[in-house]
């Protein structure tokens, strides 16, 4: 934490986005206090005492991802759907088979039925 003196006019910051006033003292993070320093908008307080400001912590710092590691479990995961796909499809054509081969002998038994009724 690093004690700046605000020299800027319109400077928004904080976790709510408050207007910071000019002449203020402030107690901010110590990367935000470099960047008002080096854009001019603030500069370093000799003061003892400042309003703190609450931040936020930004995405990089507060999470720290091996992108790789997740693309790989990603493309492990779309593997093993390509293969499930597969096989979905391979039983499916089997089911198909076997309901074709189960019509031809339901047609063929009506056939004889209807042959061996036919006299009578």
């Known amino acids: ?6 020299l800027a006019l319109n400077i928004f910051a904080g976790a709510s986005l408050r207007k910071l006033e000019a002449g203020k003292t402030y107690d901010v993070d110590d990367s935000l206090a470099d960047k008002l320093i080096t854009s001019g ?23 720290s991802t091996d992108v790789s590691a997740i693309q790989a479990k990603l493309d492990a995961a ?15 054509a089997e089911h ?4 074709e081969a189960e019509k031809n002998r339901a047609d063929t038994a009506e056939a004889a039925l209807a042959e061996a009724t036919k006299g009578k």
């Open 96 to 99: 198909a088979a076997a309901l």
């Open 41 to 63: 908008k603030a500069e370093k307080s000799t003061e003892k005492k400042g309003e703190k400001l609450v931040t936020t912590t930004t995405l990089e710092t507060s999470t």
């Open 78 to 92: 779309l593997a093993q759907v390509s293969e499930l796909t597969d096989a979905a499809t391979a039983k499916e």
């Open 1 to 6: 934490m690093a004690l700046v003196k605000i």
